[in-house]
């Protein structure tokens, strides 16, 4: 199975991962797992004033320090996960990477870093459900 895992370092990711590696049977080293997490943008102006190079080395450390103890954590149980970072609004481009990337399978957690934004589920959890035509789903 092709299976999007969407992170953001949050304490629902952590309890996403711990779901995947205790259901083996179903999240076993046998599937293509995808790690995949969003930097927002730096503003238009602050991007001018540092430039291109400068802003996605930005982008690029940001992500990396999301992913780096994910990628080691899914190691220890055997798992190899290709890692993608893109820049934007979280849940469309979660849905849009999903789309586009045919995965069978988005797992998240239900809320994120902005949790306080929407009390019953995360903000961005609402938009990757409004725009995805994949299955998704969610560790609370």
Do not use: W
């Not at 996605?56 to 996960?81: C, D, I, Q, W």
């Not at 957690?109 to 934004?117: D, Q």
Request: net charge positive; proline share 4%; hydrophobic share 45%.
């Amino acid at each position: 199975m092709k299976i999007l895992l969407a992170v953001d370092g949050s304490a629902y990711t952590k309890k996403m991962l711990a779901y995947l590696t205790t259901h083996e049977e179903m999240f076993g080293s046998n599937n293509d797992l995808t790690l995949f997490t969003v930097q927002l943008p730096l503003p238009a102006r602050a991007r001018a004033a540092v430039g291109a190079d400068v802003a996605n080395s930005y982008y690029a450390e940001e992500a990396e320090k999301v992913t780096a103890p994910v990628v080691k954590f899914l190691k220890r149980h055997g798992m190899e996960p290709k890692v993608v970072h893109k820049v934007g609004t979280a849940g469309e481009q979660i849905a849009k990477a999903a789309n586009a990337g045919k995965f069978d399978l988005v797992v998240m957690g239900s809320h994120g870093h902005s949790a306080l934004g929407n009390l019953v589920m995360g903000s961005v959890t609402t938009q990757v459900l409004a725009h995805c035509e994949v299955p998704v789903l969610l560790v609370r």
